[in-house]
């Protein structure tokens, strides 16, 4: 299966901001330590925002947030909500032109795998990828400021 680069920035952010909690993060931060363009990352903050996924405060000390613990964003929904709009092939989508779907199995096989593929991303959570161990290797990695009370966040 392909995600879309949205998909892929989306993840990006919400990985920094859980492993940097409880501080806030910028854009121009994640835009920095990934070498992603700001303007990509502002609509893909915005979508986020909007469908609850990313607290966003403006001014001197605001930044992005978790609006609710990682353990409670669950990879699968939340790939699919990135991906609603973009059908895997085009049998898949509500303008289909495909002169042989009515005959075609590839259809049913591409909706199974598709199935299976979010079946194991619905096992996860985004506190699965920003566990304990996994949190110490990605505050080194992205160089992030390190929180001392990170116990206490409910990470695994």
Known sequence: MHITRF?????????????QS??????????????????????????????????????KNGGLQLP????????????????QERPLVECFGSDNQCVITSACRLKSLLAEAQEAFFSVLDRYTLA????????????????LPHHPDEHSLGYS
Do not use: F, W
Request: proline share 4%.
């Open 68 to 83: 609710k613990p990682a353990a409670e964003i669950n990879l699968g929904q939340l790939i699919r909500d990135c991906e």
């Open 128 to 143: 699965d990828l920003v566990g304990t161990v996994h949190r110490q290797a990605l505050i080194e990695l992205l160089q």
């Open 22 to 59: 409880p501080q806030p993060c910028t854009i121009a931060e994640v835009a920095t330590r990934y070498n992603i363009s700001r303007n990509h990352l502002m609509k893909v903050v915005q979508a986020l925002s909007q469908r609850g996924y990313l607290a966003a405060q403006r001014g």
């Open 7 to 19: 998909t892929d920035y989306t993840l990006r952010v919400l990985i920094q901001v859980a492993a």
